[in-house]
């Protein structure tokens, strides 16, 4: 079992920045794939960014330039940096992680193409106009 506890959501206004982190704990793993999913009012779940064990990284095309994934090993703690908020990235921002061997690729987690393993509970993040 993984438990993941997301922290870092907030209100800000367009164009500002937010940065979220994903507290994890419980087994251990080494070969994973970790990502970032949200979740807007009246629409599904979609994937934003992901890295696996391998350090490759993939992200929505809506976010890339804007929102940046880090993974600190020594810390067991992934991390999603969002710059130059719009509005469309309001959403609750879920932490998410597949433990298997061999890493899921991150572009086919992103895409829904992959089950994941284990979800955190959410952080909201709203950007206004």
């Known amino acids: 079992q993984v438990n993941l506890v997301e922290s870092g959501g907030g209100s800000v206004q367009t164009g500002g920045s937010l940065g979220l982190s994903c507290a994890t704990s419980?087994?251990?793993?080494?070969?994973?794939?970790l990502a970032w999913f949200r979740q807007a009012p009246g629409k599904e779940r979609e994937g934003v960014a992901a890295?696996?064990?391998?350090?490759?990284?993939d992200y929505q095309n809506s976010v890339k330039g804007r929102f940046t994934i880090s993974y600190d090993k020594a810390k067991n703690t992934p991390y999603l940096e969002m710059n130059n908020l719009k509005p469309e990235d309001t959403a609750m921002y879920y932490c998410?992680?597949?433990?298997?061997?061999?890493?899921?690729?991150?572009?086919?987690?992103?895409?829904?193409?992959?089950?994941?393993?284990?979800w955190g509970q959410g952080t909201q993040v709203t950007v206004s106009s």
């Open positions: 998410a992680a597949e433990i298997r061997l061999p890493a899921p690729p991150p572009d086919a987690v992103i895409r829904g193409h992959t089950e994941i393993d284990y």
């Open positions: 419980g087994r251990s793993y080494s070969s994973y794939c």
């Open positions: 890295i696996d064990s391998y350090g490759n990284k």
